[in-house]
C-alpha cells in the first residue's frame, strides 16, 4: 500500500527549464549586476579577517537580487516603513552577501537615483561603510573614524537598514521571521505586506524551526513567502538532505517535502542560479491565492564560480591575495586590467606586521575603489536598476496600504502602564483572604492592557493556556486560534503545540515589527532554558535599533509559569529553582526585566513598572497553586504597590532591628509571612524583613534611592531565605556567613523530590521549621559577634 499525504490546502509547482524566458536586456543586467555582487564577496572574504560565508552569499545572490529589484515593493528612502515588503536573513551567516547586495543597492542609487537616499547616512549602507564588515564599534583605523563607518556585525542586526531582527542563531531567525509575518498581517490586514524569509537547507533542520513552520501553515499565513537557498552544503557535509535515492547525512528529507507537511505552497526550481528561473518562480507566488504560506526551494550550488564550492565555502574560502582569489576575481579586473592590493612578492605580507589592521583597510579600500569605478563603467545597468527602485517605492505607494479598522494599538499599552500603574484599577483590587493565583492575576492584568489596545497582545502556551492562566489575555475577543483568513481577530496563536522555542521566537517577531507584544507561557523550567536564545536575540535587535533610531525597546514577555517547589507534584524535572537564575541579571541593564511577585496583589504594579521601563524582555515567574491575599496591614506590611521599586522593606522592625532577612519567591515568603513571622512576633523578635521583586527594577532607579531602599550595610548583615538558587541572592546576602546560613532549595545537596508543595518545602528546609530554625541559629551567630 503507497503512502500518501492527507489533503493539503496549499499547492506544489515545479519551475524548470520550460520557464518563460527573460528579455534580452533583462538578463543581461541582472548578469551584469551578479558579477559584480560576486566579486564584491569574494573581496570581503579575502580583506577582512575571519570574514564570514561567501559560499552561501554567492548561492542566495540571484533570489535575493530578484527580490530586491523584481519582487519587492519597498521604499528606499525609508527603511522603517511598516507597509513595505521585508526581506529577513534568518540565515545570518549570509550577512557577508546581505552587507554586499544593500551596498551595491546603495552605491546604485547614489549615481542611478540619488532622490532615493535618506538623508541621514546612518539609515543607509554605503560601499564604504563595508569597511565595517566583522569590525568592533572601538576600532580606531584611520578610515573608520574618518568616515564614521558603520560597525557591520558578524550575524544581522536592526542597526543596519532594512534589517528587523537580530538572527542567525540556529534557526531562531525562522520563528522570529513568521512573528514578524503574523504582526504584518494582523496590522494590515489582506493587504499585508509580505516578509520574504531567506534560509538554507541546513537551517531548516533545528527542531525550534519545525515547530515554527507548522504554527504558519496551521495560521493559513499567506504573506509570508521562504525562500531557500537548497545547496545541500553545510559546514560538515555536502549532503544535508536525502537527494532521490540517495540518503542525507542529516535528514530524510528535501526542503520541498519538509514544507509540504507542514501545508505549505512549495515551489520547486530546478536551478535557482537561473534568473528566467528565479524571477518566474517569485512572480508564480506572488499570484498564488490559496490562503497559505509559500516556500520557494533554489537548487543551487554553494560557492558557484567562486572557485571553492560546497562545504568548503562555508565559513572558508581562498587564502589571502592567494592566485585562487585573483583568478575567481578575473572575469570582473580582466576585461579592463584592473589591478587589486595584494602581497605577490614581499617576504611578509605587510598586513602580518604590526600595523596591520590599517593595512587591511587600506587594501580594503582601494578593492572597493575598483568596485565602484566598475559601477561606474556601467551606466546601463546603473539607469536599469535605478529605474526598478524608482518603480518599487511607487508601486507601495500606490497600494495604499494602511492599517486595518480596528487594528492593534500597542501605546495604548504603556500609556496604561502610565496612567494606572501606580494604582491598582478597582476590578483587580484584591481584598484580603481571597483565594486566587499569581497565574490568574497575572492573566487578568494582561488581559486589561489587551481590552485597552485593541488585542496588541497575541499569546502562545506549550499546550498549556487555561494550565497557565493565560487563556484570560484573549477573552473578549473571537475565540480559537488565530488565522490570517478564517478567524484573524482571535488574540491566540497555535504554535506547533507543545514547542517553547517555537513560542519565544514568534513572540520575538511578534514585538520586533512594532505594533504588538507576544506573550508566550510555560512552566518556568522549560520557558527560561528554551525562549533564552530567542529573548537573547531580541534584546541584542532592539539595542542595536535604539542605537540608531533611539527608539523605546519593543517587548516581548516570557510567562514563567508554575515556577517554584510548589509544583512538586511534577517533580524536579518541572519544579525548577534554576529558571531564575537563566534570566536574573543576564542582560545588558535595561534590555531584560525579571518580576518574582510573592502576593497576588504585587502582580498589577510589578507588571506596570516592567511596562513602564519598555525593556525587551519582560519574565514573570509565578506559580501554581492558589494563595490566599494576604492582610498586609494587619500583619504589618508594607502595601504591595511597594513592590514597584523592585526591592522593599516588607516589614519594619518596630524598634532596632536584631537581624536582617531578605526574602524571594512567592512560596517561601508565604510560608514567612503566614507562620514564621507570628511566631517571631510572640517570641519579641524584632526583624527587618525586604523582599527582592525584581532586580532589574530596582537597578533602574537612582543610587541614592537603591541606597535608602535596601542599605549596603543590610546586606552585609542579612540572611536570605529563596525558593530560587542561591547565586541570585549574592546581590543582596553580602558577606560570606550570611551566604552560608541561607536557605535555598540545593541547601541539602540534592534536587528536592516529588510531592504536594508543603511535602517538597519541608524537605528543603523551607518550610516554616526550618526557616524558624534558621532564622534563630542566624540571630545566635550575631548574639557571638558582638
Sequence with gaps: MEFRFGPRRGQYLEVDGSAPPLEAEVLRQFESLDQIYRSLVAILFNYVPTSGHPGGSISSGRFVQSLLFDTMDLDLSSPDRDDADIVSYSAGHKALGLYALWALRNEIARTGAPELLPGDTARQLRLVDLLGFRRNPSARTPLFREWHIKALDGHPTPATPFVRLATGASGVGVASSIGLAIAARDTFGARAPRVHVVEGEGGLTPGRVAEALAAAGTASLDNLVMHVDWNQASIDSNRVCREGETPGDYVQWNPAELFHLHDWNVIAVADGLDFAQVIEAQRAAARLDTGQPTAIVYRTVKGWNYGVEGRASHGAGHALCSEDFYRALEPLTGPRGAVLPGCAGLPRPRCAGPDGARVIESCLWEALEVIRDEIGLRPG???????????????????????????PDVEAVYALARSEGAR???????????????????????????????????VSAADLLGSTSVAQIAEGFPKGYWNARTNPEARTLSIGGICEDAAAGIGAGLGAFGHHIGVSSSYAAFAAPLGHIAARLHAIGNQARRGVTE?????????????????????????????????????????????TPWDPAEVWPLLAAALELRPALIAPFVTRPSEVVPDRTRAGLAGAGESRSGVYRLRRARGVAEATVVLQESAVTMTFVSQV?????????????????????????????RERLFPESAGMEALGITGFTLPTMYRWIRSERGRAATLHPYRRGHYPGSGAGAAVLREAGLDADGQYGAIRRWLDALVKTK
Design 551 to 595: 527608539e523605546a525597546y519593543r517587548p516581548m514577555i516570557l510567562v514563567c509559569a508554575h515556577a517554584g517547589l510548589k509544583t512538586g507534584e511534577d517533580g524536579p524535572t518541572h519544579a525548577d529553582p534554576q529558571a531564575l537564575q537563566l534570566l536574573l541579571e543576564n542582560f545588558p541593564p535595561g534590555t531584560a526585566v525579571t518580576l
Design 381 to 407: 545597468m546603473v539607469a536599469f536598476f535605478g529605474g526598478r527602485l524608482r518603480r518599487s517605492r511607487e508601486r507601495l505607494e500606490s497600494l495604499g496600504r494602511r492599517p486595518r479598522s480596528g487594528a
Design 677 to 705: 513571622l507570628p511566631r517571631l512576633d510572640q517570641e519579641g523578635v524584632d526583624l527587618d524583613a525586604y523582599y527582592v521583586a525584581s532586580a532589574e527594577l530596582f537597578d533602574a532607579l537612582p543610587a541614592p534611592e
Design 424 to 458: 491598582t484599577p478597582q476590578e483587580l483590587e484584591l481584598a484580603p483572604g481571597t483565594t486566587t493565583t499569581l497565574r490568574h492575576e497575572l492573566g487578568r492584568a494582561l488581559h486589561r492592557y489587551n481590552a485597552a489596545s485593541r488585542g496588541a497582545l497575541l
